[in-house]
């Protein structure tokens, strides 16, 4: 019994001391308690942003068809026929047409 006493005990000491540490950690880094580097909303870095750092996996995401489908939709991005077209399946028909360009 003895020794599942000072097992606890140990384990509550290490988790005790191990706060400060994880809070220091973050102060280091400059970053706040919150977890958040930055205030305001999130925006879109951009691809090349990835590129920074992911040098290999840009270059074989690059013109794939993932890249292609991450484009702003328009006349030349949009392969699928939106001339008032209908699709049907499992009971639900879907109409593809066009509304303000």
């Given at each position: 019994?003895r020794n599942w006493k000072l097992a606890g005990f140990l384990a509550t000491l290490v988790i005790v ?85």
């Amino acid at each position: 019994m003895r020794n599942w006493k000072l097992a606890g005990f140990l384990a509550t000491l290490v988790i005790v001391l191990s706060i400060p540490i994880y809070y220091l950690r973050f102060e280091k880094a400059g970053v706040p308690r919150n977890g958040r580097a930055e205030e305001g909303p999130a925006t879109f870095a951009g691809s090349l942003k990835c590129k920074e750092c992911h040098q290999k996996e840009y270059d074989k995401w690059l013109d794939s068809n993932h890249d292609h489908a991450m484009e702003a939709a328009n006349e030349k991005t949009v392969l699928g026929d939106f001339n008032d077209a209908v699709f049907q399946t499992h009971g639900v028909a879907s109409r593809f047409y066009k509304k303000d360009g």
